[in-house]
C-alpha cells in the first residue's frame, strides 16, 4: 500500500507533464466509446432474463402478437357522460381514430370492436335500426335498451367502461372510459410510436364544448418519455451548478482585503442567480399557482445557458480580480473536470464490456461525484495546509498524496472489492452494476492521485519559481467555521462516548425493526411527471373504474391430445375462485371467467348458439370423443378437431392456438383481472397453482403480464440487494480486519470502522419505512451509494485519528483534531454532495423526488456517524487498551506516521 502511494507520488512529482498525456490519450479513448454507452432498450432482461415470466411474454408477443389497449376517460361539464353530447363524441372518437395513422393497427373481431365505448349499447341499437337520438333522455333509453339485450358476459364487460358511481336505473354515470385495442409491437420504440399515434387520434377528435377525451396506456408512459428525459437532464445539471457553488466555497481561499471580500461575494450571488434559474422551471411546475406559467414552459436549452453564462461570469470575476480568487477557481472546476473524466472513462469501459447500461448503473454518476468530491477535497484540503505550513510545492504534493493516499488506497481497496461481490448475482443488472461501481471508483482514485496534485504542481512550481506563490489564505481546518463546528462536536466521544454507542445502536436496532415493514412497490405510473394531465387521467381511472386488466396464462407442449385438453379445461374451469380473476355465472353451466382463452374461443366454436358457431369442428370433436362433460378420452387424437377449428375461424384461433412443424404446440388463455400492481405477485401464484394439473400432465404452464412481471423484478431486486448488502459488507469487514491486522496488530479496528456504516444502511431503511417511502428500483440503489460513501467517510476518520494519536499526548486531544481537520473536509464533502443532489427533490416524478430525498439523508447519517459514533467506538477502544497497559499504537510499526 505505502508503496503504491509512493509511486504515485513520485510520479506526480517527477513526471507531471507525463501524468497529463497519459490522462488525456486514455480521455480520447474512453471518451470515444462512452457515447456509444447507452441505456438498453429492455431494462426487464437486466434484472429477470432468465425468468419464465418474462420469457413467457416475449413468446406471446411473437406467436400471438402483441395486443395493447389504449384507455379513454370522457369526462363532462355536466358531470354525466350518458348524453346527446357525450354520443357525438363518441362517434366522430370512432370516426378520428380509424382515419388516423392508426387505423391499419386496430385489432377489429367479428366479436367485438377495436374501438369499443361505454356506450356501445347506444351504437349497437342503431346498427340495429334505432333513430339517432335528439335528447339526453333518448340516448339514456337506447342504453337501458340496449344494454337488456345483450349477453350477460358481455354485459357486464360493458356496465365496467362507465364509473362505479353509475346509476343503471336512470342511466347516469360521471365518467366512461372507451377501450382502443390495436396491434402493438414487441420493439420497445415501435410500440411507444403506435401509443403516441392513438393518443394524437383522440386528442385531435373534435366533441362538444362540454365533453373532454383524455387518451392513457402504459406504452404511452414510454411514449412521453422525452419530457421525462429533459426533466432528469435539466435536474443534473441544476445539480451540477449547486455543486460547484459549494465547492467554491469550500475551496475559497481566505481573503486578503475588503476588494477580495467584496469580489468574493459578488461571484456567489451571480452563481446563485445561476442556480435560481436552472431551478426555477421545475420550482414553477411544481407550485404553478404561485410561480408563472412562462417559467415552467420555458426551454431547458435556453435556461442551461442563461445559468451557466452567469457562473462564468462569476469565474471571470474571480480569475480576472484577485489572485487568491483565482486559485479558488482553478481548486473548483479542477475538481468538476476530474469528476466528469472519471465518469467518461467508466462509461467507456462500461460500453467495451458491457456495451449497454442497466437502469441501476444509471445512477453510478452520483456515487462517483461524491466519492469524487470527498477524494478531491481531502487531497487538496491537506495540500494546501502544508504548504501554509510552509513546505515546498513539491514537499507539500508528496505529504499530501503519502498521507492522504494511505487512507484513499484502503477507502478504493475497500469499497471497490465490496462492490465486486456482486459479480456472483444472479441478476445481471446487479453484476454490471457492481463491476463499474468498482471501476469508477478505482478511476477516481487514480485520477484524483495523480491528475489534480499534477495539475496543481505545475501551476503552483511556476509561482513559487517566480515567487508569486501566496500561502497567506491557505489556512488549514481549523480556521475555518465548519471545521470549528465539527470539531466542538468532539466533546461527545470525549466525555459521553458509551452514551452515544448505546444510542446507536437502540437506533440500529429500531431501523432493522422498521426495516422489516418496508413495503415493495413499484409502479410505472410512478414515472409520470405529478403535473402530467396524462397521470390525472391515469389517476381518475385507477379511482374511479374497476376495469379489468388482461393476465395471460401460457401453456406450452403437445397440446392436441385428450390428456392435454382435460387438464387445460380442468384449470379453465377453476380459475373463477381466484378473487381477482372476473368471471360471469352462466344459467345452468356455473361461472366462467372473462376474456379471450383457448378453451372460450373453442366452446364458441362447438356451440349453435355462437356466432363463430361451425359445424364441421363439432362433428370433428364428437368423432374424438368430446362427451358431456366436455372431455376427450386420454388418449384422443386432436388435430383434425384444431385443424377444422382453424379453418373456421383463423384469425379467432391464432390468437390463442400456435402451431408447429411439430403439430400444435402451445395454447394461450387471456383472463379479465383487477389485481392491479399491488396485487400482482398473489394473482401469478393463484394462476400458476391453479394450472398445476397442466403440469402433472406434461405440459408447461407460467402466468405473465405487464404487472406480474414488475412485481417479479422489483421482488428479485429486493433479495438481490439484501444479498448484495450482505457480501458488501462482509468483503469490507474483512478487507478491514486484515489490513488493521497486518498493519498494526489491531483488527478489531476493522470492525469498529466498518459497524458504523452498517448502521447507516439500517437507518435509511428505517426511516424509509417510518415515512412509508417503498423500496421500488430507484431507491433500491440508496443502500449501495450509502455504502460506498460511508466507507471512505469511515476509514478517513479512523486513519487520521490513528496519524493524530501518534503526535498527540492522549485520546482527548487526538479526536478533537481528527474532527477539525477530517470532519472539517468530511462536512463540506457531505453539505456539498447534500446540496447538489437534494435538488432531486424538486422532481415532478415521485420517485426521484424519494431517491433525492433518501439520498440526502443518508448522506448526512453517513456523516453524523463518521464525526459521532466512530469517533466514540475510536475512544472506548483506545481507553479500553490504555486500561491494559497495551500501548494503542507502535510508531514503528504503523504506516499512517506523517512523514516530514
Not at 387505423?103 to 342503431?126: R, T
Not at 453539505?831 to 423526488?849: A, D, E
Request: aromatic share 10%.
Amino acid at each position: 500500500m505505502k508503496s503504491l502511494v509512493r509511486g504515485l507520488a513520485a510520479s506526480v512529482q517527477k513526471a507531471p507533464w507525463a501524468v497529463l498525456g497519459v490522462t488525456l490519450v486514455l480521455t480520447l479513448i474512453l471518451g470515444y466509446f462512452a457515447g456509444q454507452f447507452l441505456p438498453a432498450e429492455d431494462q426487464n432482461e437486466s434484472f429477470a432474463p432468465d425468468a419464465p415470466e418474462l420469457q413467457a411474454s416475449a413468446y406471446i408477443s411473437q406467436t400471438f402478437g402483441a395486443v395493447a389497449t389504449m384507455q379513454v376517460l370522457t369526462s363532462s361539464t355536466t358531470s354525466d357522460v350518458i348524453t346527446l353530447d357525450a354520443l357525438v363524441a363518441q362517434s366522430s372518437l370512432d370516426e378520428s381514430v380509424r382515419a388516423s395513422e392508426g387505423g391499419q393497427y386496430l385489432a377489429d373481431s367479428s366479436e367485438v370492436p377495436a374501438v369499443l365505448s361505454y356506450l356501445a349499447p347506444v351504437f349497437f341499437a342503431l346498427e340495429g335500426g334505432a333513430t339517432f337520438p335528439t335528447s339526453d333522455a333518448e340516448v339514456k333509453a337506447l342504453y337501458l335498451g340496449g344494454l337488456d339485450e345483450l349477453p350477460p358476459e358481455f354485459r357486464s364487460f360493458l356496465t365496467a367502461l362507465v364509473s362505479e358511481d353509475a346509476d343503471l336505473d336512470t342511466a347516469t354515470a360521471q365518467y366512461g372510459l372507451t377501450a382502443i385495442s390495436y396491434v402493438s409491437s414487441d420493439d420497445f420504440d415501435e410500440a411507444a410510436s403506435r401509443a403516441v399515434i392513438f393518443a394524437d387520434a383522440v386528442l385531435a377528435t373534435p366533441t362538444p364544448d362540454s365533453v373532454t377525451l383524455d387518451p392513457f396506456s402504459q406504452d404511452l408512459i414510454f411514449g412521453s418519455s422525452d419530457d421525462f428525459e429533459q426533466e432528469i437532464l435539466r435536474l443534473f445539471a441544476s445539480a451540477g451548478l449547486i455543486i460547484l457553488l459549494v465547492l467554491a466555497t469550500v475551496f475559497l481561499v481566505k481573503p486578503s482585503s475588503a476588494k477580495d471580500r467584496g469580489l468574493f461575494i459578488a461571484g456567489v450571488v451571480l452563481m446563485m442567480i445561476g442556480a435560481a434559474i436552472s431551478i426555477a422551471p421545475g420550482l414553477a411546475l411544481l407550485f404553478p399557482d404561485v410561480l408563472p406559467q412562462s417559467w415552467a414552459d420555458a426551454g431547458l436549452g435556453p435556461v442551461l445557458l442563461t445559468a451557466t453564462l452567469f457562473y462564468v461570469a462569476a469565474f471571470l470575476l474571480w480569475t480576472v480580480g484577485s489572485r487568491r480568487l483565482r486559485r479558488t477557481v482553478a481548486d473548483t472546476l479542477l475538481t468538476f473536470l476530474t469528476i466528469g473524466l472519471v465518469i467518461q472513462w467508466m462509461n467507456g469501459y462500461g460500453y467495451l464490456r458491457f456495451e449497454e447500461q442497466s437502469q441501476m448503473v444509471q445512477i453510478l454518476p452520483i456515487l462517483l461525484i461524491g466519492l469524487g468530491v470527498d477524494y478531491s477535497i481531502h487531497m487538496i484540503t491537506r495540500y494546501r495546509q502544508e504548504l501554509h505550513d510552509g513546505k515546498t510545492v513539491d514537499a507539500a504534493i508528496s505529504t499530501a498524496i503519502r498521507t492522504v493516499g494511505v487512507a484513499l488506497v484502503l477507502a478504493t481497496l475497500t469499497t471497490a472489492v465490496g462492490f465486486l461481490t456482486n459479480v456472483t448475482n444472479d441478476l445481471p443488472a446487479l453484476r454490471e452494476f457492481g463491476e463499474l461501481a468498482a471501476v469508477g471508483i478505482l478511476f477516481s482514485f487514480i485520477l484524483m492521485l495523480t491528475f489534480v496534485p499534477a495539475v496543481r504542481e505545475l501551476l503552483d512550481r511556476r509561482a513559487e519559481r517566480h515567487d508569486r506563490l501566496d500561502t497567506g489564505g491557505l489556512s488549514a481546518g481549523e480556521g475555518r467555521a465548519l471545521p470549528q463546528l465539527i470539531g466542538k462536536a468532539a466533546i461527545l466521544p470525549q466525555r459521553f462516548a458509551a452514551i452515544t454507542i448505546v444510542v446507536a445502536l437502540l437506533l440500529t436496532g429500531l431501523g432493522a425493526y422498521g426495516m422489516t415493514g418496508l413495503s415493495t412497490k413499484f409502479s410505472f405510473l410512478d414515472f409520470v411527471p405529478t403535473t402530467s394531465p396524462l397521470r390525472d387521467t391515469a389517476v381518475t381511472v385507477n379511482d374511479n373504474f374497476n376495469f379489468p386488466e388482461s393476465t395471460a396464462v401460457l401453456v406450452r407442449g403437445d397440446v392436441a391430445t385428450g390428456a392435454a385438453w382435460n387438464s387445460m379445461l380442468e384449470s379453465y374451469l377453476a380459475t373463477p375462485a381466484i378473487p381477482d380473476v372476473r368471471s360471469i355465472e352462466v344459467p345452468g353451466a356455473g361461472p366462467f371467467p372473462t376474456g379471450t382463452s383457448f378453451d372460450s374461443v373453442m366452446f364458441s366454436i362447438i356451440d349453435p348458439d355462437s356466432p363463430l358457431f361451425d359445424e364441421a369442428t363439432l362433428e370433428a370433436s364428437l368423432n374424438a370423443g368430446f362427451a358431456e362433460d366436455r372431455t376427450y378420452p386420454p388418449e384422443a387424437d386432436l388435430i383434425p378437431v384444431y385443424d377444422a377449428a382453424y379453418a373456421a375461424q383463423p384469425t379467432a384461433m391464432a390468437a390463442v392456438l400456435a402451431a408447429e412443424d411439430s403439430g400444435y404446440v402451445s395454447t394461450l388463455f387471456r383472463f379479465d383481472t383487477v389485481a392491479g400492481e399491488e396485487n400482482a405477485g398473489a394473482l401469478a401464484d393463484d394462476l400458476n397453482d391453479v394450472f398445476l394439473p397442466t403440469q402433472q400432465a406434461g405440459l408447461e404452464s407460467v402466468a405473465t403480464s405487464s404487472f406480474i412481471i414488475s412485481d417479479l423484478i422489483v421482488t428479485s431486486l429486493r433479495d438481490s440487494q439484501l444479498s448484495s448488502l450482505l457480501l458488501t459488507l462482509g468483503a469490507a469487514f474483512l478487507l478491514l480486519v486484515i489490513n488493521f491486522w497486518f498493519e498494526l496488530r489491531r483488527p478489531m479496528l476493522g470492525f469498529i470502522t466498518t459497524l458504523p456504516v452498517a448502521m447507516v444502511v439500517l437507518w435509511t431503511f428505517g426511516i424509509m419505512a417510518m415515512l412509508n417511502i417503498p423500496f421500488g428500483p430507484v431507491t433500491a440503489m440508496i443502500s449501495a451509494i450509502g455504502i460506498g460513501i460511508g466507507i471512505p467517510y469511515m476509514i478517513h476518520v479512523t486513519h487520521r485519528y490513528l496519524e493524530e494519536r501518534l503526535e498527540q499526548p492522549d485520546e482527548d486531544t487526538a479526536i478533537r483534531e481528527t474532527l477539525t481537520h477530517t470532519g472539517g473536509a468530511l462536512g463540506g464533502s457531505a453539505i456539498t454532495t447534500i446540496l447538489g443532489f437534494g435538488i432531486l427533490m424538486t422532481s415532478t416524478t415521485i420517485p426521484f423526488r424519494q431517491f433525492g430525498f433518501v439520498l440526502s439523508y443518508t448522506i448526512l447519517l453517513a456523516l453524523l456517524a463518521a464525526v459521532l459514533v466512530l469517533p466514540s467506538m475510536l475512544i472506548v477502544w483506545d481507553r479500553w487498551h490504555r486500561k491494559r497497559g497495551d500501548a494503542v499504537l507502535d510508531p514503528g510499526e504503523s504506516n499512517v506516521v506523517i512523514e516530514a
